[in-house]
T-cell receptor
């Protein structure tokens, strides 16, 4: 069956450290993968998109990697700040639609 | 740029009534709009995809007669929950994309509570 799995447990880190979130999938062949941030009671906010032929993408303190062999994407936030605390969702492309993981809750402590 | 609004942000209605939720793209033309629902601590589940001027395509298990979607213009889509029941209480979120662009831009969501 098709599955998208993100770290189910909340991730707690200290301010200034690098947060690394994982997205694994099975039985999908996405042309691209996206990462979103969602705050409580709000809609997701687009962060980064990475295509299947790209290994890595960066935007300011954010970095995404995409390994189609391992069927895994890693999402890094460097020099994390308390304002980065939120739920982060990965989403795979599937026939023009997005299929979302359940999200990982990140908490950055000062 | 790429702002999507939803109205209302929250609504409470009685069981058996219908509720309409609006989704607007404010600064771009949304050729495709998507409607999702999200239960607490769960992921976004796609309900339907709508292209401007066409009938919506519903995901398996979503009742098209209960969740009426209209995408009459390039900036507006509406979702009407007909004969709402308490189990329809959820967070409804729309998103929009322009042309063949991959990025979807999401609205702030609408919290529906059916009593």
């Amino acid at each position: 069956s098709q599955k998208i799995e993100q770290n189910s447990e909340a991730l707690n880190i200290q301010e200034g450290k690098t947060a690394t979130l994982t997205c694994n999938y099975t039985n999908y062949s996405p042309a691209y993968l996206q990462w979103y941030r969602q705050d409580p009671g709000r809609g997701p906010v687009f962060l980064l998109l990475i295509r299947e032929n790209e290994k890595e993408k960066r935007k300011e303190r954010l970095k995404v990697t995409f390994d189609t062999t391992l069927k895994q994407s890693l999402f890094h936030i460097t020099a994390s700040q308390p304002a980065d605390s939120a739920t982060y969702l990965c989403a795979l492309s599937q026939g023009g639609k997005l299929i979302f993981g359940q999200g990982t809750e990140l908490s950055v402590k000062p | 740029g790429a702002v999507v609004s939803q109205h209302p942000s929250w609504v409470i209605c009685k069981s058996g009534t219908s509720v309409k939720i609006e989704c607007r793209s404010l600064d771009f033309q949304a050729t495709t709009m998507f409607w999702y629902r999200q239960f607490p601590k769960q992921s976004l589940m796609l309900m339907a995809t709508s292209n401007e001027g066409s009938k919506a395509t519903y995901e398996q298990g979503v009742e098209k007669d209960k969740f009426l979607i209209n995408h009459a213009s390039l900036t507006l889509s509406t979702l009407t929950v007909t004969s709402a029941h308490p189990e329809d209480s959820s967070f409804y979120i729309c998103s929009a994309k322009q042309g063949v662009n991959y990025e979807q831009y999401f609205g702030p969501g609408t919290r529906l509570t059916v009593t």
